[in-house]
């Protein structure tokens, strides 16, 4: 089965820093999702990336999938304090289905005024 | 946009008692549905995949007696822990997945926290 590895496991950064999450699979990744997560909340999406290399922004957040597909990282720049949370990397098992959904640990994001 | 709700969003039961969540997509049709758990400081879960007229599909360690599903309709499922027991107490998470220009999506329910006495 696909595991998926992210690291840090907890982020505590100044409001304003730049930012790296990363998410490492054991398998190639055909499909990469990464979720935002408050605490006792449900999922927010904020992107899928399929294709190796591709990268993709929305707003202050891009994340990127390696080459190899085996690796996506997710870039926050100039953070804010609406940034804080729990961001999960989600894979699934093949190219064309975002069904059954494996996820990595999260990464717990604290920003600080 | 697509927009799944549970109902209720938090639950307080005694041991032994059954707790019936439901999971619905309220502006899409979804033939699947998932079901998540998620232990404090710890990731999802996936449960079962839940079929729309047909028997959910469970993951292996979930037990089916314990953790009934039914996919009544096309817009609805729901979870049922039966004889619940304070081990059962978690936050369960539902998805509906529906079809994109990008393939599939899923889209995630805010949750419902299960608190067993």
């Known amino acids: 089965s696909q595991e998926l590895e992210q690291s840090p496991q907890s982020l505590i950064v100044q409001e304003g820093k730049n930012l790296t999450i990363n998410c490492t699979s054991s398998?190639?990744?055909?499909?990469l999702y990464w979720y935002k997560q408050k605490y006792g909340e449900g999922l927010i999406f904020l992107m899928m990336l399929q294709k190796g290399g591709e990268e993709k922004s929305h707003e202050k957040i891009t994340a990127k999938l390696d080459e190899k597909k085996q690796q996506s990282s997710l870039h926050i720049t100039a953070s804010q304090p609406s940034h804080a949370g729990i961001y999960l990397c989600?894979?699934?098992?093949?190219?064309?289905?975002?069904?059954?959904?494996?996820f990595g640990e999260g990464t717990q994001l604290t920003v600080n005024p | 946009g697509a927009v799944v709700s549970q109902h209720p969003s938090r639950v307080i039961c005694k041991s032994g008692t059954s707790v019936k969540i439901e999971c619905r997509s309220l502006?899409?049709?979804?033939?699947?549905m998932f079901w998540y758990r998620q232990f404090p400081k710890k990731s999802l879960m996936l449960m079962a995949t839940s079929n729309e007229g047909s028997k959910a599909t469970y993951e292996q360690g979930v037990e089916k007696d314990k953790f009934l599903i039914n996919h009544a309709s096309l817009t609805l499922s729901t979870l049922t822990v039966t004889s619940a027991h304070p081990e059962d107490s978690s936050f369960y998470i539902c998805?509906?997945?529906?079809?994109?220009?990008?393939?599939?999506?899923?889209?995630f329910g805010p949750g419902t926290r299960l608190t067993v006495l």
């Open positions: 998805s509906a997945m529906t079809p994109s220009g990008r393939g599939y999506e899923q889209f």
């Open positions: 398998k190639t990744l055909y499909g």
């Open positions: 502006d899409f049709q979804a033939t699947t």
């Open positions: 989600g894979a699934g098992p093949q190219e064309t289905s975002g069904s059954r959904l494996t």
